[in-house]
């Protein structure tokens, strides 16, 4: 069984593969290595997958770095479990390198989901930390804003609810 690397760690490794030089392709091997010890790093694989685009003309092979990056997206979109931003790389991958328009649109529409969902969590939490604090005025216009996006959004609905009920007992 092998150790898993710390958050920190995964980070630290990640900020010292930035740092590499592209030239002479020191970046792109030090993306890979992290890679290879870690192929649910989604920040490392999209950052690898960008540096072998920028590459590939002056890669020996162009289409093998092509298929490597797309190989390494669809592996973060993977790991990710949906999360928006691989498939934002994903679908944008797909629309100009693979002109494939119709699997990028899936790609686009999934993360766009992904997105909404998040954003409607983020507005709901934002009003009900409010409300925590009793600050009814603030979590009132938050929920004003975010009605705008979610009119009829029971996830804001319930946060303002806590909210009043919170004013009511400071």
């Known amino acids: ?70 190989q390494v997206l669809r592996s973060a979109s993977d790991v990710s479990a949906g999360a928006p931003e691989p498939l934002l790389a994903l679908g944008h991958f797909l629309v100009s390198v693979r002109q494939a328009p119709d699997e990028a649109e899936r790609a686009f529409s999934s993360a766009a989901s992904a997105a909404m969902a998040l954003l409607e969590e983020a507005w709901a939490g934002w009003i009900h930390a409010l409300g925590a604090q009793g600050q009814l005025e603030a979590a009132l216009e938050v929920e004003e804003r975010a009605r705008s996006l979610f009119p009829s959004s029971k996830a804001i609905s319930q946060a303002v609810a806590f909210a009043r009920a919170q004013s009511g007992t400071r």
């Open 1 to 70: 069984m092998s150790e898993h690397v710390s958050p920190q760690e995964l980070r630290r490794k990640w900020k010292l593969a930035n740092a590499e030089p592209l030239e002479g392709g020191h970046r792109l091997e030090a993306y890979r290595a992290l890679a290879q010890s870690c192929p649910a790093f989604v920040p490392n694989l999209l950052s690898l997958s960008r540096t072998l685009l920028a590459g590939r003309n002056e890669a020996a092979d162009p289409e093998a770095a092509v298929s490597e990056a797309e």
